[in-house]
């Protein structure tokens, strides 16, 4: 028998063996390609993961949680082009800084309910799509933010070697899925899920709803912010493509092929849409119709993302392997 | 930012009027595409964000139409009953299994027909733009208003759009299976209970709204580069006027289309690269104010 562990140690010693795992991968697997994989991964994975904080704990579908992504990396890139301030004081202003957008933005749309919540939340990231195409002068337009994003050493770390610049992205990463998965186990991320089940319910037993549903949306944006910056680190720039809603619906789409009930399903979906698109550009020009036939064979087959149906498939063989003991078990009783 | 420039176009009523008429037929294409958005998502209560897609199918089916026979009216009829039938297909097969579902898995399969869709063009038409042409009946000096100038094609595209929201809105309205179609909005099960098939009108409904976005289509495609993929702006923007003009309301769809077409005209002239901008805080301003939007039932 193992000896039994608290729940919130063995996420820290699990949280350690990925870190571990994704800073041995490179040095096991020495191919840059892998590593810039791994940091797309990083990147959208952050996004996917949480807006699933967003879609499958509190049940509200944002059709426009790119616009977080997008402001952490802009706020981050101008503030590192300025050239006046370190590479952490500029990721900390980006994540407070979209933190307050969303304060701003989530007041107003916590308000509506369901899919009244989805077009505004797609209204307000399209509005600030439209902000940065038009602000030429500060965010450069439909170019993006030019010149490259400098990256000062700071502490004696020199992000401008790769492979420093890998350990500090997963560093950043685990540390983000831990505070994350704190969130999901806690009382409050429970009250998530009981707002997802049953708003009503919710509100009967003193859970100021829209309070609540802020407070998510709010830390949601901001670990979506984290993404954006680990994002335009790493390609030395920003695109209002990141605040376009194909990016917020590829986050949704991730979340589908993982699937939303299990914390690390996102995950899963990251890699498999980033390994899709990466493979399938390779092997076919048509790139469509294999994406399109992939995801119709999830919804209306599998009727849930991977991760859920392989999570599902586990638990009916346990029930299987165990339904013998119960079915003697009655029988003992009326012998 | 030019305001001025926007100014001086609403002072001189030659460039107010040729500014609308464009406002007008754009507005006239949104309105089609979206009341058949508004119109099955009434009824079916889904969103067929596919939707963007079939228009575009409607203007390949046209061109392909025209180019074989030589006939816009054969066109325009290929691009709406084409997609009509495609429609109703997807409806049976795809879309009616995820009924009553999480929204995302809608979602989901509209999505994947958007890809597959889009690379089937692609792959039959080509991926370079096309062009269909204007029809030779249509080839005549532009019809001058108030020192504008109109292209006959406009006004016949108004008049056709026009005639067509009149003809839904009597169809909805006055008629029996439209008041068959209003009750099974409101309550499905009573309406099978009575003896309707509502699986058939389902897929009729669908059919409806599918035949109005390939109309759509077919009318575009003389004015418009077809190339795969311009699916996806007219979509977001008959998304806008949907929600401003209220979710399954056919004269809010009609009033909201002809608002966002004249904002794309004059705005192109004021601020072209802020109008998605206008039209996107616009429609966050409705949600706020009135979350069922200008003429939609307020929500349950």
Same mark, same amino acid.
């Given at each position: 028998?193992?000896? $039994? ?32 994989? @791994? ?6 994975? #952050? ?44 990721? *900390? ?9 969303? /304060? ?28 940065? /195409? ?10 993006? %933010? ?15 070697? !790769? ?11 685990? !540390? ?22 049953? =708003? ?12 609540? &549903? #802020? ?15 680990? #994002? ?30 299990? +914390? ?11 390994? *899709? ?52 078990? =009655?029988?003992? &009783?009326?012998? | 930012?030019?305001?001025?420039? %926007? ?24 309105? #089609? ?5 508004? *119109? ?27 180019? @074989? ?13 084409? @997609? ?9 097969? +795809? ?34 733009? $096309? ?36 003809? %839904?809105? *009597?169809?909805?309205?006055?008629? $029996?299976?439209? &008041? ?12 099978? !209970? ?27 495609? =003389? ?15 008959? +998304?806008?006027?949907? @929600? ?14 002809? %608002? ?11 601020? =072209? ?16 104010? &009135? ?10």
């Amino acid at each position: 028998m193992m000896p $039994r562990i608290a729940p919130a140690y063995r996420d820290v010693i699990l949280a350690g063996a990925g870190l571990l795992a994704l800073l041995l991968l490179p040095v096991l697997f020495p191919h840059p390609a892998l590593r810039d994989f @791994v940091v797309y991964v990083i990147a959208y994975g #952050l996004l996917a993961m949480s807006l699933n904080l967003l879609v499958g704990f509190t049940g509200l579908v944002s059709f426009g949680h790119a616009a977080y992504f997008a402001s952490g990396a802009y706020v981050f890139g101008l503030l590192m082009q300025s050239g006046q301030v370190s590479v952490p004081v500029a990721m *900390l202003a980006a994540v407070g800084g979209t933190a307050l957008l969303a /304060l701003a933005i989530g007041a107003i749309c916590v308000r509506l309910q369901e899919i009244y919540f989805a077009f505004i939340t797609l209204a307000f990231q399209m509005f600030i799509h439209s902000v940065i /195409l038009t602000w030429v002068g500060l965010t450069g337009g439909d170019q993006g %933010l030019r010149g490259g994003i400098p990256r000062p050493p700071f502490l004696g770390i020199d992000l401008n070697d !790769a492979r420093t610049l890998y350990a500090f992205c997963v560093v950043v990463f685990v !540390a983000c899925m831990l505070v994350m998965r704190q969130i999901a186990q806690s009382p409050f991320g429970y009250t998530l899920r009981m707002i997802r089940d049953n =708003p009503q319910r919710a509100n009967f037993v003193g859970v100021n709803v829209p309070r609540v &549903k #802020l407070a998510i949306f709010v830390i949601a944006s901001s670990i979506a912010s984290v993404g954006g910056i680990v #994002l335009a680190l790493f390609v030395s720039g920003a695109y209002p493509d990141f605040a376009f809603w194909t990016t917020s619906g590829e986050a949704i789409f991730m979340i589908m092929l993982g699937g939303t009930q299990l +914390f690390i399903g996102p995950l899963v979906g990251t890699v498999m849409l980033q390994a *899709l698109n990466h493979y399938v550009t390779i092997l076919t020009e048509h790139h469509g119709i294999v994406l399109g036939s992939v995801i119709l064979v999830f919804v209306l087959g599998l009727r849930r993302g991977l991760a859920d149906y392989i999570h599902d498939w586990a638990m009916s063989r346990r029930i299987r392997r165990a339904a013998p003991d119960q079915r003697e078990a =009655p029988r003992d &009783k009326l012998a | 930012m030019d305001l001025q420039a %926007l100014a001086g176009c609403l002072a001189s009523t030659s460039c107010a009027v040729t500014q609308a008429s464009t406002g007008l037929i754009v507005g006239m294409l949104l309105f #089609l595409v979206a009341s058949g958005l508004s *119109l099955i998502f009434g009824v079916l209560g889904v969103i067929n964000f596919a939707h963007g897609a079939f228009y575009m199918l409607g203007a390949y089916f046209a061109f392909t139409a025209y180019a @074989v026979t030589g006939s816009f009216a054969l066109a325009i009829a290929a691009g709406a009953l084409g @997609v009509a039938v495609f429609g109703m297909v997807f409806e049976r097969l +795809f879309m009616s299994r995820v009924y009553g579902r999480d929204i995302l898995m809608q979602l989901l399969v509209c999505y994947a027909f958007i890809l597959i869709l889009d690379d089937a063009v692609r792959t039959i038409w080509g991926a370079e733009y $096309r062009m269909m042409g204007m029809p030779d009946a249509f080839a005549l000096p532009p019809v001058e208003i108030a020192g504008g100038f109109i292209p006959g094609y406009y006004l016949f595209m108004i008049g056709t759009s026009f005639a067509v929201a009149v003809l %839904l809105w *009597l169809g909805i309205n006055k008629t $029996r299976f439209g &008041k068959v179609v209003r009750a099974a909005a409101i309550n499905p099960q009573m309406v099978a !209970a009575l003896g309707t098939n509502t699986t058939a009108l389902y897929a009729g409904v669908f059919g409806v709204g599918s035949l109005l976005a390939g109309m759509a289509g077919a009318l575009a495609a =003389p004015i418009r580069t077809l190339t795969p993929g311009m699916g996806l702006s007219i979509l977001i923007e008959s +998304f806008i006027v949907t @929600v401003i003009g209220g979710m399954g309301s056919i004269v809010g769809a009609f009033i909201a289309a002809v %608002l966002i077409g004249f904002t794309r005209s004059f705005g192109s002239i004021g601020f =072209p690269l802020f109008v998605d901008g206008l039209m996107f805080g616009m429609m966050a301003l409705v949600l706020v104010v &009135k979350p069922s939007g200008l003429l939609g039932r307020p929500a349950t």
